[in-house]
C-alpha cells in the first residue's frame, strides 16, 4: 500500500479516539480502531504486514464518522488516511462474493433516482402496510440474510412525493429578493423523504432567496464516495457540477449532511476540473450567514416542543458546523432545544454502511435512540437523511418523531401544516 501514512506521523497512541469511535464502541478490539488502524497502517507500510482478506475487514468496520479526527489532540488526520485505503477495499480478493455483489448492486441504484424509484414501485403497497407488519412480526425477511433484513427494516412508508415530480425550475423569493442559490436535492432524501426539500425551499423563498433547481440534476457521489468508488464518484460530481453551469448563484445549497460533505470536496475530488461557481453551503449554514428575514421572523409562531437535536457526523465532525442549526432551531418561539448526552457519536447509518455492516450499525443505532429518548424529547431534529432513517428504526413505531430543522421552521411558519404525523 502506498502513500497509506505521512512521512511523520504525528500519532502517539494516546487513546483519546478510543471513546469516540463508533465500531471500537461496539465491537471493542483495538484493531477496530482509530488507533489500531494506524497501526497496521504502518505495518503494511514497513512490509510487516499485508492488506488480505484477514485485514480488510478491520478497515470495512470503520464508518468514517471522523468522531476521532475531532477528539485527536495530536491532530492526526484520520479521516485521510482512510480514505486513501477505502479504494484498495474494493479488490475482488478482499471481500467475498457476496459483499461485492451487494455494494455493486446499492451503488447502481442508489445514486441513481429514476433507478431507486422504479426498484421501489412494487413496495408502495407493502412499505408501511399490514403486510410489512406481518413480514416483520413472523421474521420471515431473516431469512433471506442480515443484508436483506437491515434493508427491510430501513424501509419506510413511502410518501406521496416519493415517485415524483421533483420540484424544478426557478423558484421566485418572497418579497424582495436578499439572494439566489441553487439547491442539491439529493437522491435518498429525494425519495424516501421528500418533504425535507419542499420545506428546505419554502423557508427559502420566504426568506427572500431565489432557488434555482435544474430539472435534471442527479446524485453528488457521497455514496459512491464514502466506499471508495472514485470513478463513479467523479462521473456523478461532473455531472452535477455541469448542471448548474451558467447560473449566476449566490451559493450552492445542500438540505443533507452527508452530501454536504461530499460537495465540499470536489475540488479534491476533481483537480484541475471547473467546479461549481458559487461556495457549495450547508443551508443552516447559509440562513446563519444571511440571517433570517424580519418578515419571516414575523411570521414564527410558538411551537411548545421539547426538540432533541442530533449532530450528523459530516455535519459535527466533517463541517464543523454544530451552532447553526441549534441557533436556526432556537428562533422557533417557545421551542425547547435538549442535548443527548453523546452527540458526537455516530448513529450507524454512515452511508451504506447500515446495509454492509447491519450488525454493528444496529447496535450503535440502538444506543443513539436510547440516548435521544433520554432526553425527554417530544421530537427529534436531524439534518442528515441517513441518519433519519436510521433512528426512525430504532426508536420504534411509538418514538418521537424526526423531523429536519427546515420542516420544524417551515411549520412554525406556517408553510407547512402541523399534523399528527410531524407534531
Known amino acids: 500500500m502506498s ?40 505495518a503494511i507500510a514497513a512490509g510487516e504486514l499485508e492488506l488480505d482478506a484477514a485485514v480488510a475487514p478491520h478497515f470495512d468496520s470503520c464508518l468514517g464518522c471522523f468522531a476521532c479526527v475531532s477528539a485527536c489532540p495530536a491532530g492526526v488526520r484520520y479521516d485521510q488516511l ?12 478482499l471481500r467475498s462474493p457476496w459483499q461485492q455483489q451487494l455494494r455493486r448492486l446499492l451503488l447502481g441504484v442508489i445514486p441513481y433516482p429514476p433507478r431507486l424509484r422504479a426498484l421501489l414501485q412494487p413496495f408502495r403497497l407493502y412499505a408501511g402496510g399490514p403486510l410489512q407488519r406481518l413480514a416483520r412480526l413472523s421474521g420471515l425477511i431473516k431469512l433471506f440474510g442480515p443484508e436483506v433484513a437491515a434493508m427491510e427494516q430501513l424501509l419506510p412508508a413511502l410518501p406521496p412525493g416519493a415517485f415524483g415530480p421533483d420540484p424544478q425550475g426557478v423558484l421566485p423569493a418572497t418579497g424582495k429578493q436578499r439572494a439566489r442559490v441553487g439547491l442539491v436535492l439529493g437522491c435518498v432524501q429525494r425519495v424516501f423523504d421528500p418533504a425535507v426539500n419542499h420545506a428546505t425551499i419554502a423557508v427559502l423563498q420566504a426568506n427572500g432567496v431565489e432557488v434555482v433547481l435544474p430539472a435534471s440534476q442527479g446524485c453528488c457521489g457521497a455514496a459512491s464516495h464514502h466506499q471508495g468508488q472514485l470513478e463513479q464518484t467523479r462521473d456523478l460530481a461532473r455531472d452535477l457540477v455541469k448542471q448548474f453551469e451558467g447560473e449566476p448563484l449566490d451559493a ?46 414575523a411570521r414564527l409562531e410558538p411551537l411548545p416542543k421539547a426538540v432533541a437535536y442530533h449532530d450528523a457526523c459530516h455535519m459535527i465532525h466533517g463541517q464543523g458546523i454544530a451552532a447553526q ?84 421552521l417551515a411549520i412554525s411558519a406556517g408553510l407547512l401544516p402541523a399534523t399528527a404525523s410531524n407534531v
Request: a negative charge.
Open 3 to 42: 502513500n497509506s501514512l505521512p512521512a511523520s506521523d504525528p500519532c502517539v497512541h494516546c487513546g483519546f479516539c478510543l471513546p469516540t469511535c463508533a465500531s471500537y464502541r461496539v465491537l471493542g478490539t483495538e484493531m477496530d480502531s482509530p488507533r489500531g488502524r494506524i497501526h497496521t497502517l504502518k
Open 82 to 93: 482512510i480514505e486513501q485505503v477505502r479504494p484498495q477495499l474494493n479488490q475482488a480478493e
Open 252 to 297: 450552492v445549497l445542500v438540505a443533507a449532511s452527508g452530501c454536504g460533505h461530499t460537495l465540499k470536496q470536489y475540488g479534491e475530488l476533481l483537480p484541475g476540473e471547473a467546479g461549481f461557481s458559487a461556495p457549495v453551503l450547508d443551508v443552516h449554514e447559509f440562513l446563519s450567514q444571511i440571517g433570517l428575514s424580519e418578515a419571516f421572523q
Open 325 to 408: 442549526p441549534r441557533q436556526l432551531l432556537r428562533a422557533i418561539p417557545e421551542l425547547q432545544l435538549r442535548e443527548a448526552t453523546e452527540a458526537g457519536v455516530c448513529c450507524g447509518s454512515a452511508g451504506i454502511y447500515n446495509l454492509v455492516q447491519p450488525e454493528e450499525a444496529a447496535a450503535l443505532g440502538q444506543l443513539k435512540a436510547a440516548d435521544l429518548s433520554d432526553t425527554g424529547a417530544q421530537l427529534i431534529a436531524s439534518a442528515n437523511i441517513g441518519c433519519s432513517l436510521q433512528i426512525r428504526q430504532h426508536l420504534g413505531p411509538d418514538g418521537p418523531p424526526v423531523l429536519h430543522p427546515m420542516q420544524l
